[in-house]
């Protein structure tokens, strides 16, 4: 089985400033790892997803993230955010095996930007 | 393409009644998820239809059912609606290849409210 917890569950920063959003993961099994925004009563967009390859991975808006296997994390960043962030951002996990599989989400993360 | 659709947008049910909820894939896409989201939580996966039939199913009572039909579309039921079945619920369409990884796409999904 695997779990997702996300480590604050509110960040606010100011605007133009940098933001890192953190996840860790458990799972028995490799797994593949998201990172999806939720915007004000809307659905779910991914961000970026980590299949394989390298560690580092970048998204949509500028976002990146990094699979770190030996902390099991997978934190969010963005070196320069904008009021259009503010929104809530959920990290997920499926099991590495070949299909559609189930996601698990984190709590999430609701980032405020600040002018 | 008009990506992931649900109906309705918005519903409001009295305990003790049943409520249908729909999903209509993204073009191409063959598999469907459903996932509640409680306020302020992250989406928790219900179950998973894949050839017209359940392939997975998350810790979810027999009260939440489902159905896929041939042209890959599908239902979620709920019998006997709780108060704690308020909730948005959201729609995953995906692609289940032979081999690889089938991203999940979201619709925008259906907000429940259980007076």
């Known amino acids: 089985a695997q779990s997702v917890t996300q480590l604050d569950s509110q960040v606010p920063v100011f605007e133009e400033a940098p933001v890192e959003l953190r996840c860790n993961y458990s799972?028995?099994?490799?797994?593949?790892l998201f990172w999806y925004v939720q915007y004000p009563n809307q659905g779910l967009q991914l961000l970026l997803k980590?299949?394989?390859?390298?560690?580092l991975v970048k998204g949509i808006n500028g976002f990146e993230a990094e699979f770190n296997k030996s902390q099991t994390s997978f934190h969010l960043r963005k070196p320069s955010v904008h009021i259009s962030d503010t929104a809530e951002y959920f990290c997920?996990?499926?099991?590495?095996?070949?299909?559609?599989?189930?996601?698990?989400f984190g709590q999430g993360t609701r980032l405020t930007i600040n002018p | 393409d008009a990506g992931v659709t649900q109906s309705p947008t918005h519903l409001i049910k009295t305990r003790g009644q049943q409520v249908t909820l729909r999903c209509s894939p993204k073009?191409?896409?063959?598999?469907v998820s459903w996932y509640q989201q409680a306020l302020g939580q992250g989406p928790q996966f219900i179950f998973q239809?894949?050839?017209?039939?359940?392939?997975q199913r998350g810790n979810f009572p027999d009260r939440f059912s489902g159905h896929q039909f041939p042209n890959y579309s599908s239902e979620l039921n709920v019998n006997a609606l709780l108060l704690g079945d308020s909730a948005l619920y959201l729609c995953?369409?995906?692609?289940?290849?032979?081999?690889?990884?089938?991203?999940?796409?979201f619709g925008p999904g259906t907000r429940l409210t259980v007076t």
């Open positions: 995953a369409s995906s692609f289940t290849a032979g081999t690889g990884f089938g991203e999940q796409y």
């Open positions: 799972s028995s099994v490799s797994v593949y």
């Open positions: 980590y299949l394989s390859g390298s560690t």
């Open positions: 997920a996990v499926s099991a590495r095996i070949q299909g559609a599989q189930k996601l698990v």
């Open positions: 073009s191409g896409h063959d598999t």
């Open positions: 239809y894949y050839e017209e039939e359940e392939r």
